[in-house]
């Protein structure tokens, strides 16, 4: 059975930096997608960080987060990263890591619907 189990989150102030990780467990194949999403509040959908794609290595990030937010996977330990820089309060939210069994590189996009497993999330908080 997959499992993700995400860590890292906490509060920083703004310019500050993070580093989430995300282990997953339970899946042994290759070519699969994992992505890092995250909801602002309760009443609004996830919003797609950046997705990463197993055989190319190639990533789709949100225009928001580009030039400040790295993701990143080490397969050997099966753990996805996502390394946050110069963070800003407008970052806070949930944060979840998700991954499917797909490649989706080829659709060029991180959209939430792609992901069928998907972990509980760690909060992120960015104070001014």
């Known amino acids: 059975q997959v499992q993700l189990v995400e860590s890292g989150g906490g509060s920083v102030q703004s310019g500050g930096s993070l580093r989430l990780s995300c282990a997953l467990s339970g899946y042994t194949h290759k070519g699969y997608s994992l992505a890092w999403f995250r909801r602002t509040s309760l009443w609004k959908e996830r919003e797609g960080v950046s997705c990463i794609y197993y055989y190319s290595g190639s990533t789709v990030d949100a225009a928001s987060v580009k030039g400040r937010f790295t993701i990143s996977r080490d397969n050997a330990k099966n753990t996805l990263y996502l390394q946050m820089n110069s963070l800003k309060p407008e970052d806070t939210a949930m944060y979840y890591c998700?991954?499917?069994?797909?490649?989706?590189?080829?659709?060029?996009?991180?959209?939430?619907?792609?992901?069928?497993?998907w972990g509980q999330g760690t909060q992120v908080a960015v104070s001014s």
């Open positions: 998700a991954f499917d069994p797909a490649d989706y590189a080829r659709s060029g996009t991180c959209l939430s619907r792609n992901f069928n497993y």
